[in-house]
């Protein structure tokens, strides 16, 4: 299905102003229109889907030049940076400037895509459920999108080269789509600013504003070898856009639970949310603490510390939002409200069933084994990276040995190839770390599940976590990157005779850890399953499908335009300018310049714009998305959302949520005046 025969459909839908993380295929046009006076059209959507790329890093980006330059946040190159960078040269801390393509670094671990087509497969899917248990139907449904993959993956591009096919389910089962994307995996640095300047202001400042952050980062495609050609790129508006005015934002938003059931929410907010606050913010301490022992360890850390901050911020809001009493009681009274209309009508009261009641006996059920879950299969008690290429290792060689519908559905052959990438990128391994974040999670592991548990007991029964860690750590060979190419290579005959004790460690664990996924897929996943999919029918029947889906780290598409708020009384101004930069800088972090910015302050324009906000309904994932006028031209880079904007997950409020954006007047202004990359400049602007 092509976005020029869905987009005839799309005028009808509708939400409150503003509101929404929509798919392509159902953009509310008429309501733009409307509110906006401004005509969204297919040509202009096509060319934006084209121009927008998904980083696997869990963020998105934008093609910016025809040839394959991309422009995507500082903080979503943060593992490329750490990874090439060492003891002798911390690219985080001193940016990086590719003066010429040759000097273009490639990132280890990167990878690519562009949406390219969607395909509706909901039929395909009903056909093989249709008359089937839960649990049956579960299997049938992963099998089938397995089959869709494998089939789409094996087509090829006008190009010749494969596609990468990934299934995607919409409002909680309601729809089934394949995603077509082309994909690149030769993704190397171009220029990011110092980590100091990109970051002002630190964890302080994060999901706050005013701000001053100059986040953004470019990279470049490469394709045998060359820049790829990009005809679909994004031309800028240096100028940047005006209060008041539409802008659009595109990009990949992770996770949001707007239609969850009340049951699903409250599992969040007791059980899921406080697991991840308690655990990590201990990690975040003893990380902050060994960071602290001395200069390598300190660089090493760093990329580690931003991630765990800034998450646990978002759950710290998150859990903050499912604590609001108004967000619960709302709601409950969407829920009730669509319970009472499919009562009310006897054949959607038949086709309803005990849909709800089910979901909630399938959250009490996930209580009960969510530890276990959480520790062994989800390998919360394993954090380590040599554990994480010697897990992947182990089942890539049980898995690739089935029939690809049978496999675990993350080991499916339109899975293989990014599992094979992160697993031989020649990245570093950190020992001390290793050790630490080993130690740790075993620790919690016992503390959850307790000491007089199995596979505790089979783990622990001789060794503390701090040995254990020790020995596993010290004795792997897993760092290695050609014995890791051996392995994967020499498939299950390798696994099974290698001694490497993280190797071993899996085959311990592996049985502990797929029982309870089983129990958890058929006693949790397949009945919440089945049951979205029966509310999300009750609800089409009642409601129509004039609403957006859920986010799911899919291309989504969201309006809005500049505008501040009101925040206790005081009225918060959407811009901010390049003058108070100066004024807030303390010569410490997290408010420290880089010296090339002081060296700078007396040729720059203090009245430069340099970070706004508008009311863009946007949620993690969105980071490097680009903001585009009514004309599709670059305006801004999104890069953080305010306070307000970590409930997004769970509703939207359009008097406070906020997306926070980099002005493209700053970016240029940066590379010109302070870095000194001209062609970069040139290139941008086509000069």
């Known amino acids: 299905t092509t976005l020029a025969c869905l987009f005839s459909c799309a005028s009808i839908a509708t939400a409150r102003a503003d509101e929404g993380m929509w798919t392509f295929d159902n953009f509310p046009a008429a309501t733009v229109k409307q509110e906006y006076g401004v005509d969204i059209e297919a040509p202009w959507l096509e060319h934006l889907q084209r121009s927008v790329t998904r980083h696997e890093s869990g963020c998105t980006g934008s093609f910016v030049s025809p040839d394959g330059l991309v422009l995507t946040n500082h903080h979503c190159v943060m593992e490329c940076l750490s990874e090439l960078s060492s003891a002798q040269s911390n690219i985080v801390e001193q940016g990086f400037n590719a003066t010429e393509r040759s000097a273009e670094r490639k990132c280890p671990t990167e990878i690519l895509s562009v949406l390219v087509d969607i395909e509706d497969v909901t039929a395909q899917v009903r056909q093989a459920t249709a008359g089937l248990t839960d649990v049956a139907a579960n ?21 010749g080269r494969p596609l990468a096919c990934e299934s995607v389910t919409l ?16 993704v190397r640095m171009v220029f990011a600013p110092q980590q100091a300047i990109a970051a002002f202001g630190g964890d302080p400042d994060n999901f706050n504003f005013p701000r001053w952050c100059l986040d953004f980062s470019l990279l470049r495609v490469y394709e045998d070898g060359k820049p790829v050609r990009t005809p679909d790129y994004l031309r800028w508006r240096v100028e940047g856009p005006d209060p008041g005015e539409a802008t659009f934002v595109a990009g990949h938003p992770g996770r949001t639970s707007r239609l969850l059931t009340l049951e699903q929410l409250k599992f969040q907010r007791d059980t899921s949310v406080p697991s991840f606050l308690n655990r990590n913010s201990e990690l975040r301490g003893r990380l902050t603490q060994w960071g602290k022992s001395g200069v390598e360890p300190q660089r090493i850390v760093q990329e580690s510390l931003f991630s765990y901050e800034n998450s646990l911020k978002v759950y710290r809001g998150m859990q903050s939002a499912l604590l609001d009493d108004a967000l619960l009681e709302q709601k409950a009274a969407r829920e009730q409200s669509l319970r009472e209309r499919v009562a009310a009508d006897p054949a959607l009261a038949g086709q309803a069933g005990d849909a709800w009641n089910d979901i909630a006996t399938a959250q009490r059920r996930y209580r009960q ?14 954090n380590s990276k040599l554990f994480g290429y010697a897990r992947a290792l182990v089942r890539a060689a049980d898995e690739r040995n089935k029939p690809n519908e049978l496999r675990l559905r993350e080991y499916a052959d339109s899975n293989l190839p990014k599992i094979a990438s992160a697993v ?24 959850a599940l307790g000491h007089d548990d199995p596979l505790v007991r089979r783990l622990l029964q001789h060794d503390s976590p701090d040995s254990l860690a020790a020995k596993l750590v010290d004795a792997s060979q897993l760092a290695d990157r050609q014995r890791r190419q051996a392995l994967w290579d020499g498939g299950k005959t390798a696994i099974d005779d290698s001694n490497d004790p993280m190797i071993a460690l899996v085959r311990l664990v592996d049985g502990d850890a797929r029982a309870v996924r089983k129990v958890y897929e058929d006693e949790v996943q397949s009945p919440v399953n089945a049951s979205q999919e029966k509310i999300a029918a009750l609800r089409f029947a ?3 499908t004039n609403t957006y889906p859920d986010a799911t780290f899919t291309l989504r598409l969201s309006y809005g335009k500049v505008q501040g708020w009101v925040e206790k009384g005081q009225q918060v101004a959407p811009f901010t300018q390049l003058s108070r930069l100066y004024e807030r800088a303390t010569g410490n972090d997290p408010f420290r310049l880089p010296q090339a910015w002081l060296d700078a302050q007396d040729k720059l324009d203090p009245d430069t714009p340099f970070n706004y906000v508008t009311t863009n309904d946007i949620v993690g994932g969105n980071s490097g998305s680009p903001l585009v006028d009514a004309q599709g031209r670059l305006v801004g880079l999104a890069f953080d959302g305010n306070s307000h904007s970590i409930a997004g997950s769970f509703w939207y409020d359009p008097r406070l949520n906020r997306s926070v954006a980099v ?25």
């Open 171 to 186: 409002y909680q089962g309601g729809q089934y789509f394949l995603y077509k994307y082309r994909r690149y995996d030769d």
């Open 139 to 159: 299997e049938a449904r992963k099998q089938v999108l397995s089959r869709l993959e494998a089939d789409c993956t094996r087509a090829k591009q006008p190009s």
């Open 424 to 447: 031989l990128a020649a990245t570093p391994v950190y020992p001390d770390l290793e050790r630490l974040t080993l130690s740790f999670s075993l620790d919690k592991m016992r503390e």
């Open 663 to 687: 002005h493209p007047q700053i970016i240029i202004t940066a590379l010109r005046e302070v870095y000194g990359a001209k062609a970069i400049v040139a290139e941008i602007l086509g000069e």
């Open 369 to 382: 084994i969510y530890d276990h879950y959480l520790y062994l299969e989800s390998a919360a008690g394993f």
């Open 542 to 544: 009642a409601l129509g």
